[in-house]
C-alpha cells in the first residue's frame, strides 16, 4: 500500500498562533515531547464545513494538558479560531483535525519547568476509517496481551500521547494475526475498548458500555449514549466481562476515526450487525452533517 508522508505534504498547518507552509512545521529532535511523553492531543473531524463538538474537544485538550502540568499559552476561544482557520487554508469541507500540545526543547531532563508548552493544529481529508466492507460486515477484533493501566498508574483521563504505546503495539499484534484492529482489556481483566475506540455491546436490546474510570470517556461515546437514550434505549455503564461480552447480540466500537463502527468477530466469536447498530449509526451520520434523523421505538 503506497502511503503518503505526512512531512512530505501540501497545505498549511497552525503553528504556535502562526499559519506556516505544512513543510515547515518541524521541531528540534531534542524534545521533551519526544523524549519524556509531555504530549496531549486530540482527534476531531468537520462535516460539510464543520468540526464537530470543536468547543467540546478543545476543553479536553486542555484539560489533558493540565492534567500533565502543561499550560496552554493561548486560550480556547483562540484554538478554535484557528481550527476553523486550518480548515479554510486547505480549502477542506470534510477533514479530519488533529490539535497537539507538547512541551518543547527548552530543557532536556527528567524535570520540564524551564520548557514552554508549543501548539499545532493540522488537517487533511480521511474519509471512513474503515473499508464499505468492513461497514457493512463489522470489523474483526482479537484480544490484547497488553491491558490498559489503573488509574493510580498512569494519567488515565488525559488525551495524552503515552497511553498510546500499548495500543501501537496492541494493534500491530492483531493486524500480525489478520484481525482489523484489537480489543483492550482493562488491569482488571475486563473489556473495555479497542486502540482508540469505546467499546458497546447489545444484549436483548439494552445498550452496554463500561464504565471510563481507566480509560478515556470518548466524546463519540458520550455522543452515542445520548443519542441512544433519545431512541428510548436503556443504556448501561457497567463492568462488562468477557463473558458477557461473548453473549452478546451486537457489538460496535464508537471514536472520532472510527465514529460508530459495528464489530462483527472479537477472537473467535461473530456478531451480526443488528438493528441497532446500523440504526444508531445512521443516526449518527445524520447528526454530524446537520441532517434530520428519526427516533424509533426501542
Known sequence: MSLIPFDDRDGTIWFD???????????HVINHGLHYASCVFEGERAYEGKIFKS?????????SASILGMDIPFAPEIINMAKESVLKA????????????????????????????????????????FSPDLRENGISLKTSSWQKP?????????KAAGLYMINTLSKH????????DALMLDYRGYPVEATGANLFCIKDGVLYTPKPDCFLNGITRQTTIELAREFGYNVVED?????????????????????????GKIDTTSYAVGPITRGLR?????????????TVAA
Open 90 to 129: 486547505n480549502h477542506f469541507t470534510n477533514a479530519y483535525l488533529r490539535p497537539v500540545a507538547w512541551r518543547g526543547s527548552e530543557q532536556m531532563g527528567i524535570a520540564a519547568r524551564a520548557t514552554r508548552t508549543h501548539v499545532a493544529i493540522a488537517a487533511w481529508e480521511w474519509p471512513s476509517y
Open 55 to 63: 468547543h467540546e474537544h478543545t476543553s479536553r485538550l486542555f484539560k
Open 282 to 294: 445512521d443516526a449518527y451520520e445524520n447528526l454530524v452533517r446537520g441532517r434530520p434523523y428519526k
Open 173 to 180: 499484534q492483531a493486524e500480525d494475526e489478520g484481525y482489523t
Open 150 to 158: 489503573a488509574p493510580n498508574t498512569a494519567l488515565t483521563e488525559a
Open 17 to 27: 498562533g502562526e499559519m506556516i507552509p505544512w513543510r515547515d512545521a518541524k521541531i
Open 239 to 263: 463492568f462488562i466481562t468477557t463473558a458477557f461480552l461473548k453473549e452478546a447480540d451486537e457489538v460496535f466500537v464508537t471514536g472520532t476515526a472510527a465514529e460508530i463502527s459495528a464489530v
